[in-house]
């Protein structure tokens, strides 16, 4: 059963103690926030690579480090996975008897219900998942990449299973509320059909522009590089985003991403045959829709109207 936190109080830690397992930007940034915004007594490190564990001891992101994700772990009341979607089941499996009763373990994945399906046939009675996503990030990657206010003003979804815990699910919600967000709570099914449009077919299409410049002659790639206009540079930016993470995204929610992928192709030839007709009407007001979209998204505060997107002032890492 998860803690009464009805009557917590702000600079109160919610938590006794917070393990995070994987300490690149989302969890590094956790740790930051988390020991910010002062929401756990003790803040506990795990991470399968020894490298990344000796600078997050430099960094002193964390109360302790511990030598293996079981030991980080043990004991803990809320543990994050912060790992590639891949490798949660791995992660789980390793730490499942670990695990106290009454604890709670989440993750951050950009899918989720793969990720119930991995994680939870390796959790004890007595432990209640409540997968989350943290919609927040940038193309940076490891410890030194976090910063404390990633998550602010960010929306963060939850995913509950039908059977969570309450208690646990308010708990988790209180927790990113207290590192700055605004909690959303969907499906596990309709959160992947939404950030297959919103996030992973945009990371997909970035990904295939700019492997076509790669593809291009050196002289013609070398121009592109050159003369690279602010649309080709901001995907570049996306594109540089980890590797094995968005493998694992695809991966394990090729369903939703192909139902949109095949939605854009029927736009993309509807655009072909505007451009090949001379629409121009139509494009006027195909571009004048995706404007209000722009619009819509800044108004509603998740972005800024500034040529940079806002990016350079939300998004520069603050000092440990």
């Known amino acids: 059963m998860a ?29 930051r926030a988390a020991r910010r915004n002062k929401v756990a007594t003790t803040i506990v490190a795990g991470d399968a690579d020894p490298a990344v564990r000796a600078r997050v001891e430099e960094l002193a992101l964390a109360d302790e480090v511990a030598p293996t994700l079981a030991q980080a772990a043990e004991g803990a009341d809320l543990v994050i996975l912060c790992v590639p979607v891949g490798a949660d089941a791995a992660v789980a499996q390793e730490i499942g008897l670990h695990l106290k009763r009454g604890a709670i373990v989440s993750d951050v994945g950009s899918v989720k219900s793969a990720v119930i399906a991995a994680i939870a046939p390796h959790l004890p009675p007595g432990v209640s998942l409540v997968p989350a996503h ?32 309450t208690g646990a699910i308010a708990l988790v919600q209180a927790f990113w509320e207290a590192l700055g967000s ?17 996030s992973h077919v945009p990371h997909l299409i970035a990904y295939n522009i700019v492997g076509t410049v790669a593809e291009l002659e050196e002289a013609t790639r070398s121009e592109v590089l050159k003369f690279s206009a602010g649309g080709f540079r901001d995907f570049t930016r996306i594109a540089a985003s980890d590797p094995t993470m968005w493998r694992d995204v695809f991966l394990h929610n090729k369903d939703a991403v192909l139902e949109m992928l095949g939605r854009f192709n029927e736009d993309l030839t509807a655009l072909q045959r505007m451009i090949r007709r001379g629409d121009g009407e139509g494009l006027f007001d195909l571009f004048t829709r995706t404007r209000a979209i722009r619009r819509g998204i800044v108004a509603q505060g998740q972005e800024t109207a500034a040529p940079d997107f806002g990016r350079r002032a939300a998004e520069t890492p603050a000092k440990p």
């Open 3 to 31: 803690p009464d936190i009805s009557g917590a109080s702000p600079g109160v830690p919610i938590i006794d103690r917070l393990a995070i397992i994987g300490l690149g930007l989302i969890g590094s940034s956790i740790a």
């Open 134 to 165: 943290p919609v927040a990030g940038t193309e940076q990657s490891g410890p030194d990449a976090g910063f404390d206010s990633l998550f602010l003003h960010r929306w963060c979804i939850l995913t509950p299973p039908e059977d969570a815990d």
């Open 182 to 198: 605004n909690v959303e709570i969907m499906t596990p099914a309709h959160h992947d059909l939404v950030l297959a449009i919103t």
